[in-house]
């Protein structure tokens, strides 16, 4: 950011004549790059405009860059559900590149692109038995690779990215990646490296709880030949220690974590169907206010289902609250229960605030488009919907500010 | 043609890619087993379980894929002459 005080105080309004975004049929945004040089006997020559100061700079226009969201989970890539619902928000499905490798992991549409980071693997299958580490070992993975292209993206240059196909467990040949307006990184590490870290506009991890992930992994699996509740269980507790040392450290550092737990509702519950599912916010993140119910900061514990709403067991149960996560301040939101009906869906919506529709009903509109998608009827579907519009308006907050004169949009 | 072509495999190169993920699934639960006998908390075992999860998130993958279009369509599409892209006959 130091080099774009640089460019505002010596080019100002040519900036934008000169690097006008080239937008491209897909809508991807391009910059070019000016570059002024000084020459040895102390004046310069510049590569194009006549401007009369000299500087040593590469300009980028910062109200093109892209916006650069994480998302840390272990459901594999791309092609999770909160991933769809993420990118249905922004508008239109997200496709894998048409033409190009089909074992590819990543989805692209109008405004997004989501890239796997299995990509950045350093080692592939064979390299990693040889090594005797698994995927989620960050010595499997290649952080300066991963820093690297992520920065050249968000600053509005294509890089080409290595495939990792996890069918064959080996690295493909690479896929270009244009600098899209959105884009998500999405994994086992968003957030291990500092550096990755602090190139994210907004990060979210995606904590399931054991419980949960082994219900979830026995619908994933079990009618597969060769799986049993054995192999499942084994897999599970053989790839815990990795998870707990390298991929849950990383919720310390996320603006917003879901948490999945199995419901208070019912006692006994374990067939994980009805879920407990908490939106842990931090506070004080730019261009981020967390969603509320009622009346902000107060803790508050609410059932709707009464005499205005008739829900079926186990009904619906709501809290809000301030907490302590990590030591940072956070806003907790939770919901247990399930909806059963669209009455019950957009009763609750009408009740929360701060979740940055552009119409009264849009959450509940963006779950009845998906109604087939997994958690459309529980916490999952509805955090992970408003976590999208957050989102929506996190991004639409970053390009206005960045559209004003860079001076005013660094202070 | 477009109900034909909504859920389920069209090119012999998906079927013959559902059926490797398949036995792939087997053999590895059965090598990670195998693996794990002998010493539980070894590099070897964890390795191997992580393979099982590798594939059969693979595998779910592929079948939501699947759901929507056989996903060699786009390939098959520049290039119908492949072995892969030959019509799959159910």
Known sequence: MAICTVYTTQLNPTCSSISKPSKSHLGFHQRQVVLYKRNSTNTYRPRSSGFSRPSYSIITCAADQTVVIGLAADSGCGKSTFMRR????????????RGGNPDSN??????????????YHSLDRTGRKEKGVTALDPRANNFDL?????KTIKEGVAVEKPIYNHVTGLLDPPELIKPPKILVIEGLHPMYDERVRDLLDFSIYLDISNEVKFAWKIQRDMAERGH?????????????PDFDAYIDPQKQYADAVIEVLPTQLIPDDNEGKVLRVKLIMKEGVQYFSPVYLFDEGSTISWIPCGRKLTCSYPGIKFTYGPDSYYGHEVSVLEMDGQFDRLDELIYVESHLSNISTKFYGEVTQQMLKHSDFPGSNNGTGLFQTIIGLKIRDLYEQIVASRSQTPVEAKA | MAVAMAGGAKFKGTQMR????NEMIEKKV????EVCGGDEKSAECKVAWDEVEEISQAKADFRLKLQKEDPLESFCQEHPE?????????
């Open chain 1, 106 to 119: 990543t989805l692209i549409s109008d405004t997004t692109t989501v890239i796997c980071l299995d990509d």
């Open chain 2, 18 to 21: 559902e059926k490797q993920l």
């Open chain 1, 86 to 97: 993420l990118t249905s928000v922004f508008g239109g499905a997200a496709e894998p590149p």
């Open chain 2, 82 to 90: 492949t072995d892969e892209c030959r019509l799959y006959d159910n």
């Open chain 1, 228 to 240: 049993s509740l054995e192999s499942i269980k084994a897999s599970i507790e053989a790839r815990k």
């Open chain 2, 30 to 33: 059965k090598e990670a087993t």
């Open chain 1, 146 to 150: 991963m820093y690297e292209q992520v």
